[in-house]
């Protein structure tokens, strides 16, 4: 049996879901007649609210095509240091948007409404135009931490006042709503764009969709084409995605409990030092006393449990639906043995 918490992208789809894929209708996607891509994008965009919908093969995808159309080449981004769209998507930014950042070092991959109102440039030819705000709920780097909705109210208004648009890198954006007893809806109301990710813990194999307005959205069909990622008989993979919006969200909350159960075991080791705030299914934790993250990983790798060293000294473990709680218990039965 092997433990594979690297991420929770890493889960496969189920026979129920399989058995999904192989029913569905489809059509090519790039002409708009596949009637399963046709019927995510709007269930989709009904659930947050939104006008319109997009369904794309990845969440980097979705993010590049929503800065691509949010900017002009040469204004600048605010992010957290930490976010995705800066670090994990090969400088995409630069390549396809011609676009610069203003990284901002927040708290656990969340910047405030103070620190956005800071970083904008002022009406001055030596500056890059500011244009957009993006943020990430939940935060990756930050140990899947949630932003306090009153925050990202406050961000709004600065957004507003000063005519920025206002992305959201949802990948994981599911387990902050599970975990805070969130709705979809209140998201759909603030954001310009939403991306979400149906190939992490919702547990589909391929796939993410952009949210938007319906003018938003239609330049964002153009930008997908362009960017490679019209697909054709694309409904096999939408249909995939339907079947984890319809099954996977609310037992997200069971990946979070299990996170937690995790945390107290580590927490009683003297090899382990700091343990980020365990909010939603990420835990990221210092390896002290004799252990390094890769001799850590090295350790857990031999009982069968896979997990990733992302520092010298910082370990990650992601739960998800493929991880059950008949694991998880042998997990921390494997770290009080260590
Ligand atoms: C996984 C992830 C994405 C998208 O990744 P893809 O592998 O391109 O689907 C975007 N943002 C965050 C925070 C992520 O964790």
Redesign the pocket.
């Known amino acids: 049996m092997i433990t594979d918490l690297r991420?929770d992208?890493f889960t496969k789809p189920s026979p129920e879901m399989l058995e999904a894929m192989f029913t569905a209708k489809v059509g090519d996607d790039v002409f708009g007649e596949d009637p399963s891509v046709n019927a995510l994008e709007s269930m989709a965009a009904d659930i947050f609210g939104m006008e319109a919908a997009v369904f794309c093969p990845?969440?980097?995808?979705?993010?590049q095509v929503a800065i691509k159309c949010h900017t002009q080449p040469g204004e600048e981004i605010i992010c957290d240091k930490l976010?995705?769209?800066y670090i994990?998507?090969g400088g995409g930014i630069a390549f396809n948007s011609g676009c610069q950042v203003k990284a901002i070092e927040g708290q656990r991959g969340r910047i405030s409404s103070e620190q956005v109102l800071e970083a904008i440039n002022p009406s001055d030819i030596h500056k890059a135009k500011t244009s957009l705000v993006s943020l990430?709920n939940?935060?990756?780097r930050g140990g899947g931490s949630c932003y306090d909705f009153e925050e990202i109210l406050k961000i709004k208004e600065c957004c507003t006042e000063n005519g920025l648009k206002l992305h959201l890198?949802g990948?994981?954006l599911w387990n902050a709503i599970v975990a805070n007893e969130e709705t979809p809806q209140q998201y759909g109301e603030v954001f310009d764009s939403i991306?979400i990710?149906l190939?992490?813990g919702l547990g589909a194999p391929v796939g993410?969709l952009l949210l938007g307005n319906a003018g938003f959205i239609q330049k964002a069909r153009r930008v997908r084409k362009v960017f490679g990622g019209g697909m054709r008989q694309a409904g096999f993979l939408a249909a995939a995605g339907i079947f984890a919006l319809e099954n996977n969200i609310t037992r997200l909350a069971e990946d979070h409990v299990h996170a937690k159960q995790i945390a107290e075991a580590l927490i009683k080791k003297d090899f382990i030092g700091k343990i980020m705030p365990v909010e939603t299914n990420i835990l990221i934790f210092e390896l002290i006393d004799g252990f390094t993250a890769k001799s850590f990983e090295t350790a857990m790798a031999n009982e069968g449990i896979l997990c990733i060293a992302i520092s010298p000294t910082q370990v990650r473990m992601v739960t998800h639906l493929d991880v059950t709680t008949e694991m998880v218990n042998h997990l921390i039965s494997v770290i009080k043995a260590l």
Do not use: I, P
Not at 58 to 63: A, D, E, Y
């Open positions: 991420s992208t990845s969440g980097t995808m979705t993010n976010s995705h769209v994990y998507e990430e939940t935060a990756n890198d990948a994981r991306s990710c190939s992490k993410s």
